[in-house]
T-cell receptor, first 115, second 115 residues
Framework: AQSVTQLDSHVSVSEGTPVLLRCNYS??????LFWYVQHPNKGLQLLLK??????LVKGINGFEAEFKKSETSFHLTKPSAHMSDAAEYFC?????????????FGRGTSLIVHP | DADVTQTPRNRITKTGKRIMLECSQT?????MYWYRQDPGLGLRLIYY???????NKGEISDGYSVSRQAQAKFSLSLESAIPNQTALYFC??????????????FGSGTRLTVV
């Protein structure tokens, strides 16, 4: 069994300030973890993914996430928000071994960026 | 052209009507998925297919059916549409040949309204 919890449904920041989007997961198997972004009226785009290698994962557009097994977390961060970062963000967990590799999506966090 | 194409992009239909949403892909991926997105609920899996002869129910398959006509085509049908099937529907693909963690490629979505 697996599940993912995005701790905030909305996050509001000012342009130029840091972004933190929180994600906790549970999985019976070794997990793969992903962050996807959805801009208004668009499909989902992969931001970054965690394999079994480095625990700090760098993605596109300056985003990064750190896998912390002891805390079962995979929080998404960015040092300085841009207006174009305003979007819906989804944390996703999928088994890395065993199981059918079907991903489970979080409910999403809406990032609002103020000028 | 997009890697994963969904048609139609928008559709308004009446209660009780049969409607088909279509998905085609040029990625050459073997696995295809249909998801439904509702505000605050994230993406929920309706059906998935690991190859042409393999069809599996997801967590919310009631009221839906699918057809995998070819490796590149995966259609979702609502046999008798009802208003609570109003949602944004996404098709996605993944490639088992590359091994986990699988990345998923999403279409741009079909916005369905049942009146």
């Amino acid at each position: 069994a697996q599940s993912v919890t995005q701790l905030d449904s909305h996050v509001s920041v000012s342009e130029g300030t840091p972004v933190l989007l929180r994600c906790n997961y549970s999985s019976s198997y070794s997990p793969s973890l992903f962050w996807y972004v959805q801009h208004p009226n668009k499909g989902l785009q992969l931001l970054l993914k965690y394999t079994s290698a480095a625990t700090l994962v760098k993605g596109i557009n300056g985003f990064e996430a750190e896998f912390k097994k002891s805390e079962t977390s995979f929080h998404l961060t960015k040092p300085s928000a841009h207006m174009s970062d305003a979007a819906e963000y989804f944390c996703v967990v999928s088994p890395r071994s065993g199981g059918s590799y079907i991903p489970t999506f979080g409910r999403g966090t809406s990032l609002i960026v103020h000028p | 052209d997009a890697d994963v194409t969904q048609t139609p992009r928008n559709r308004i239909t009446k209660t009780g009507k049969r409607i088909m949403l279509e998905c085609s892909q040029t990625k050459g991926h073997d696995r295809m998925y249909w998801y439904r997105q509702d505000p605050g609920l994230g993406l929920r899996l309706i059906y998935y297919s690991f190859d042409v002869k393999d069809i599996n129910k997801g967590e919310i398959s009631d009221g839906y059916s699918v057809s995998r006509q070819a490796q590149a085509k995966f259609s979702l049908s609502l046999e008798s549409a009802i208003p609570n099937q109003t949602a944004l529907y996404f098709c996605a693909t993944s490639d088992s040949a590359v091994g986990p963690p699988y990345g998923y490629t999403f279409g741009s979505g079909t916005r369905l309204t049942v009146v």
